[in-house]
């Protein structure tokens, strides 16, 4: 049982690696074909060990999925996207390993406060949340505007959330398979593929300093604290959300917000977990595949979740750090516009293998709106108006 366990945990670690750096392919997807063989190919295997696959697959994912967006998605426009992002200014002052390792540090001690507070959070969360749920709507909404107020142009982010809520809303009343996986590859994977092909990215040669990483605690912790818990067991938000939220309550200098983004990341994660043991409610994929496997968790299972989130946030930091030193000396020798049309083409795949050509349609709608929201130069947790706009809807008309 403990040789099945631990081939479980490292297959689940793989796994996160391909997921976390291929855009477009996210744990959601590898999730949701692991329940759907469940009770067909993979019958025979226990469920407990599709289980440590899957927390130790999630928890690997949030430590690599900075890799892609640090090293494949830079863009010398500054009016795109994700050329805002303080980890791309790091790149382009060839220190993208840097900042790479400033966001697994973060998601290390967001795996660290998992720890801590998972054990009073359960017990808080059950007593708050029935409280919350009769005014979830107006929660949702006055979240939505908090973090439309903290942006420098307000009303191209207001518009931004609304023309992509409404996207959403269009989306996931159609009645497809997977309609997630082009919705939020073609407004988050895809779209930014295209712009950084367009602009023809050139990215700099990379640093690889043997100095110790002056790493910021205390801000991003105390930031993280705050936005996390709501962030975790709220609907339609998440890690983006997340440190958007504690940005406000931190430092503003870039290397903090790394820091921070990592810590939310894994956080908001691991919380999902315990969202789904104290109030039965999945907040991720990964959450919503555990609980669709096991149906209601046990304590004793919420712990064995936090063990495998631990040991596998141990193991990921330290791969992390391997694969991104290997990017940093090898990025300028890829040629990056083949690379990135490889990556649409697997993404497209993907999409018509699950979503069909439905899928497909949905994938060229989501893309270009990404890539004409990306004009509008807000932060990209606005896009989440694809999940958080029909998620207030629906509250307010149930």
Known sequence: MIIESILAL?????????TGLMPGIHINLVSTILVSLSSGALISILPIYLLVFIVSMAISHSFLDFIPSIYLGASDDAEVGLAVLPGHDLLKEGRGHEAVMLSSYGS??????????FIPLSWVIPKIYPFLVDYMAFILILFSSFLIFIEKNKIAALFVFIFTGGLGYFVLN?????????????LFGTSMIII????????PPQLISKEKIDVPKKSPIIGSLIASPLCGFLPGLGGGQAASLASTFTKK???SFIVLTGITNSLVMGLSFVS??????????????????????SFNILSLIIIVSIIGGIISFYLTRYISIFFAKNINKIDYTKLSLIVLIVVTLMVYI???????????????????CSRFSVRRTQYMGCLLLPTIIYYLIN
């Open 174 to 186: 159609l009645g497809m398979k997977e309609p997630l996986l082009p919705l939020l590859s073609g």
């Open 108 to 117: 290390f001690y967001g795996i660290i406060i998992l720890a801590i507070l």
């Open 276 to 297: 789904l043991y104290s109030i039965d409610k999945a907040r991720t994929g990964a959450a919503v595949s555990i609980q669709e496997i096991f149906g209601s968790i």
């Open 354 to 372: 699950f979503s069909g050509l439905t899928g497909l349609f949905v994938l060229i709608l989501s893309t270009l709106t990404g890539i004409y």
């Open 196 to 203: 950084s092909i367009k602009t023809k990215t050139k990215i």
């Open 10 to 18: 490292l297959s689940g670690i793989m796994f996160g690696i391909f």
């Open 253 to 255: 200098d870039k290397k």
